[in-house]
């Protein structure tokens, strides 16, 4: 006797089942997708508004740091200090009227270095910014070499130096190669200065490296606008990248009580000795476009500025007091 056997009921999905599990799976799929677009949105965003913050807070450390030492020469009271330059152009005298130079949307100014200027004002600061180095031969009788103790601040061929008692000061162009010894040697040959002899000096003379550091915006390698600084070398050094705009504006003493007493965005060549203080307006941008939901819009140097992209946008500001503007005693 033979016996049927029972036929298996089927196990699985139907077809509707099937399709409610599809359609969960793409609603947890989804929801999934737009957690993680959003927190990459946020970080994106995060992540640009800090950079521009770092930015934006270095290059005003470093540019404050400059203004505030327009004009200095080893001592305080720029006007009691007799100033001569002998190095041969184009270093300019270190005075009041060249310790700031303003060139207002970069009209006047005459570019040293290959990187072009995209925006903004440029700014010019004279000043005398190494430690300094007390003179070991002294110049009494007026002399071709400058003795100092030992190099310290690592002077160079072709540096311009100053050397100053606090009285008097003359600014000259090294024509040697100076070592480290002590003491060392530093010559002013007539072949960079129009003369070889600066001032007499005594034990309490000291040495200083000069400079003329010109702040621009201009464009980098990457074609991004970037905050360039120059020296009297002509070498152009990138500080802060993706400054979209700077703007200056000055404050005037017209007493001479070493307080501002008007403020203007571009002073005349007989107003640039009267500066006391420099406003400095950065405007920012991020380094990645379409992070904003729309084109900003923002305040910036007594106007709207309309943003060309989807950029974030910033503006930094700070008001440097020059210190070295104090009225002759």
């Known amino acids: 006797m033979t016996t049927t056997p ?10 509707v089942e099937l399709m409610i599990a599809m359609t969960l799976g793409l609603i947890l799929i989804g929801g999934v997708g737009y957690l993680y ?26 540019m404050s740091r400059d203004i505030r030492m327009a004009g200095y020469a080893g001592c305080g009271n720029m006007a009691s200090v007799v100033m001569r330059t002998i190095a041969n152009p184009p270093v300019p005298t270190l005075n009041a009227q060249n310790a700031i130079v303003d060139y207002d ?15 903004g004002d440029v700014l010019a600061v ?34 311009v130096l100053t050397v100053t008692n606090c009285q008097y000061a003359d600014v000259f162009k090294v024509t040697n190669v100076p070592g480290h010894a002590n003491p060392t040697t530093l010559t002013h040959a007539n072949s960079s200065n129009n003369g070889n002899r600066v001032g007499t000096y005594g034990p309490d003379a000291f040495v200083m490296r000069v ?50 007493d008007q403020y203007v965005a571009a002073p005349t ?12 307006n950065l405007l920012m941008e991020s380094r990645d476009d379409n992070i904003a939901t729309a084109a900003q819009t923002v305040v910036f140097n007594n106007g709207n500025f309309h943003a060309p992209d989807r950029r974030l946008y910033q503006v930094f500001s700070a008001t440097v007091s020059v210190r070295n503007r104090l009225p002759a005693s």
């Open 6 to 15: 029972k036929r298996l009921r089927q196990q699985g999905f139907g077809l």
């Open 37 to 62: 677009i959003g927190s990459r949105g946020a970080f994106r965003t995060s992540d640009n508004l800090s950079r521009m913050q770092e930015n934006g807070r270095y290059a005003l450390e470093v």
């Open 105 to 119: 949307n970069g009209a006047g100014w005459a570019n040293p270095t290959a990187i072009i200027r995209s925006a």
């Open 126 to 159: 004279m000043a005398a910014y190494s430690n300094g180095v007390n003179l070991t031969g002294n110049l009494a009788p007026a002399n071709a070499n400058i003795q100092i103790a030992g190099n310290p601040d690592n002077f160079k061929q072709g540096d």
């Open 211 to 260: 400079d003329q550091r010109t702040y621009f915006i201009g464009s980098n390698p990457a074609g991004n606008r970037a905050l360039y600084r120059v020296g009297l070398d002509g070498v152009a050094e990138e500080l802060v990248e993706h400054v979209y705009d700077m703007q200056f504006v000055y404050g005037l003493d017209n007493n001479a009580d070493v307080a501002a």
């Open 269 to 280: 060549a007989a107003q640039l000795p009267t500066i006391v203080s420099v406003r400095v």
